[in-house]
Antibody, heavy 120, light 107 residues
Framework: QVQLQESGLGLVKPSETLSLTCTVS????????WNWIRQPPGKGLEWIGY???????NYNPSLRSRVTMSVDTSKNQFSLKLNSVTAADTAVYYC??????????????WGQGTLVTVSS | DIQMTQSPSSLSASVGDRVTITCRAS??????LNWYQQKPGKAPKLLIY???SLQSGVPSRFSGSGFGTDFTLTISSLQPEDFATYYC?????????FGQGTRLETK
């Protein structure tokens, strides 16, 4: 049973860089697409982007200029960096696997989520 | 980007009720539509994938239908544990996008 767990600092100052890591357990990271999704308090879900185990990425155009994702297959981890953060980046950040069945795909499983607050 | 619009945004219902939530895509997405349930403080949980396929372990009272731009999630007989927020999500193209959510509350 694949499980995901986010980790990282919960408080980031404006203009600085948000950094999170997702650890995959119960399975190898060496397949699938690994995603970051965020949810501002009381609001809906926003897909940030994904990284393939090979390192190829696909980012949401709305965040592309500020996002960098990386993968460490030796540690079964993938990471998110979001620079120049503002209060609008305050959200619960989830990591999730993109499961594939033919051409169909969906997010499952998800990590439990981690709240990141941007504040001085 | 493909815009996903859910209706209603909130819904009050009672245990035993039949509930239907609608999701509309801004362009044709064939059957590339997933449904998730989210409870407060928890991550979303997959219910339905490919518009109508029930995820393993999800009760059969949940069902999905639709194709193209119009989709529905139906709960045939509402149970106490079903009060939550429901999201549709298109998996046809990037960026992946979600509906704004439908909050299902007890009447």
């Amino acid at each position: 049973q694949v499980q995901l767990q986010e980790s990282g600092l919960g408080l980031v100052k404006p203009s600085e860089t948000l950094s999170l890591t997702c650890t995959v357990s119960g399975g190898s990271i060496n397949t699938y697409y690994w995603n970051w999704i965020r949810q501002p308090p009381g609001k809906g879900l926003e897909w940030i982007g994904y990284i393939y185990y090979s390192g190829s990425t696909n980012y949401n155009p709305s965040l592309r200029s500020r996002v960098t994702m990386s993968v460490d297959t030796s540690k079964n981890q993938f990471s998110l960096k979001l620079n120049s953060v503002t209060a609008a980046d305050t959200a619960v950040y989830y990591c999730a696997r993109l499961f594939l069945l033919g051409t169909f795909n969906w997010f499952d499983p998800w990590g439990q989520g981690t709240l990141v607050t941007v504040s001085s | 980007d493909i815009q996903m619009t859910q209706s209603p945004s909130s819904l009050s219902a009672s245990v035993g009720d039949r509930v239907t939530i609608t999701c509309r895509a801004s362009q044709n997405i064939d059957s590339y539509l997933n449904w998730y349930q989210q409870k407060p403080g928890k991550a979303p949980k997959l219910l339905i994938y490919a518009a109508s396929s029930l995820q393993s372990g999800v009760p059969s009272r949940f069902s999905g239908s639709g194709f193209g731009t119009d989709f529905t999630l139906t709960i045939s007989s509402l149970q106490p544990e079903d009060f939550a927020t429901y999201y549709c999500q298109q998996s046809s193209s990037t960026p992946r996008t979600f509906g704004q959510g439908t909050r299902l509350e007890t009447k």
